[in-house]
């Protein structure tokens, strides 16, 4: 697998990202170089990745910028389901989908017109799969590649793939855990505002009171 001419080696790159994850940067931006990551070291790739809705339905676009505008507008959202292109189908089975052709490939009967429409004839989609959260089956989203021909994957590019996939897990595992943190301290500052009775805080190890 090539690396373009301009890009950093691929430790670096997973380093840089590693860092972001680990400095709390903006999701959206690590989201963004992840997929850049994976077109980097699939030339004439584009990537996307998917986020699952909060009814765990669907999925919605999240980012992937050498996709077409048009496509990612057309596209919307995807229903989960067990014929649903590459993405909702990897979701639903929890496993890689490999999309040779589209134009023969029985699961992208609703989406084919679509993605021929914006020359987009091969697709390969694994689920990003949470290593602590139970909710929607541990589905967080999906990562894809898209290519202008039919193409198989080989060894390499799954195992690209599942790397990848990983490195998201941890990105948002660890925006969830950020967020659901700073919605703990709200509700404690709020409690702490509005409580009319003194109370204490104890350890519950020990049993001391710390507070």
């Known amino acids: 697998m090539a690396i373009t001419e301009h ?7 997973q380093a840089a990202i590693l860092e972001r994850i680990a400095t ?3 999701l959206q931006k690590t989201l963004d170089e992840l997929v850049r990551y994976v077109e980097d070291q699939l030339p004439g790739a584009s990537g996307s990745l998917l986020l699952i809705e909060p009814d765990g339905r669907r999925l919605r676009y999240a980012a992937g910028y050498r996709l077409p505008a048009a496509h990612n507008t057309q596209l919307g959202s995807i ?18 989908v490999f999309v040779t052709d589209i134009a023969s490939d029985p699961l992208w009967a609703d989406y084919r017109e679509l993605a021929q429409a914006h020359d987009l004839h091969a697709c390969w989609s694994t689920p990003i ?10 589905v967080l989203g999906t990562l894809a590649v898209y290519f202008q021909a039919p193409r198989a994957p080989e060894p390499a590019h799954r195992d690209l793939l599942a790397h990848v996939e990983h490195l998201a897990c941890i990105a948002l595992e ?3 855990a950020a967020r659901e943190l700073r919605e703990s301290d709200t509700r404690l500052r709020m409690f702490v505002d509005h409580a009319t009775d003194g109370f204490f805080v104890h350890d519950g190890m020990t049993g001391a009171v710390v507070g």
Do not use: K, M, V, W
Not at 7 to 13: D, V
Not at 79 to 96: Q, V
């Open 174 to 176: 660890a925006d969830y």
């Open 24 to 26: 709390n940067a903006p």
């Open 129 to 138: 799969l949470s290593r602590r959260r139970l909710d929607h089956g541990g």
């Open 79 to 96: 229903e989960i389901g067990a014929s649903a292109g590459s993405c909702g189908t990897a979701a639903f089975r929890r496993t890689p």
């Open 7 to 13: 890009a950093q080696p691929p430790h670096e790159r």
